[in-house]
């Protein structure tokens, strides 16, 4: 196996040597509702529906070869942070805010997520499989060769919880495609502020999408990550 280097990701073992790894003592049960920040589809006017098992190969987790990768966050924060982050800059600077235009084309959903079996890659787990915390921050290409590992190892898991590489107060879940995932239902009543568990609560659900700037705990998440807001900006 190739040492593990500053700002190189380790790249995960051969399969066969992957799946001799316990990693059944390594993953944890997750359930319970996650945010989902989405965009809006220009062409209809209306968000793109929450529920997407991307195989583009283009983010962290979603390998074109896969099942299919869906990406939540356990708060709100977290979720802007994942897909804002990498434009902001420093407190203070023009860089580190929001336009009015972007907080009217992005939208939160609720997805409830039943009970699934996931990899955690907190702790000392990523060390014990030969990798280290690049797992969560280095190259995207090397992180999705391991990401097709795991969904292929023999005891099937539904993915992994990871660490935010932007914050160290939250994680996400890369679920994977995985049958019992592919019927998700819509349950309106489904929300942030109600521990609400869906009538089956074995099923993926998601609520009413809410458009950014009308969520509710924007505004805190934005003076906690100390975010401004800019008018609009064709």
Known sequence: ?????????QAPPPQDEFDRLDLVSLSTPV???FYRVHGL??????????????????????????????????????????????????????QRALTTSQLEQWWVSPVWLPQARVFDARGANLSKIGTDLQFVAGRHSTTRRWALQFARYPTLLDGLLYPSRHTTTGFNVALFQRPRFTQAVSDPALSFQVAHRPRNRHQLAFGTAIRLDAHPELYPVLTQLQVAILPFLP
């Open 41 to 94: 589809n220009a062409s209809t006017g209306q968000p793109y529906p929450p529920i997407h098992f991307s195989q583009r190969g283009t983010s962290r987790f979603d390998p074109k070869s896969g099942p299919g990768t869906l990406c939540l966050a356990d708060r709100l924060a977290v979720a802007l942070l994942e897909v804002f982050d990498d434009s902001w800059g420093a407190v203070g600077t023009p």
């Open 1 to 9: 196996m190739r040492r593990k280097t500053p700002g190189n990701p």
């Open 31 to 33: 359930e319970g509702v």
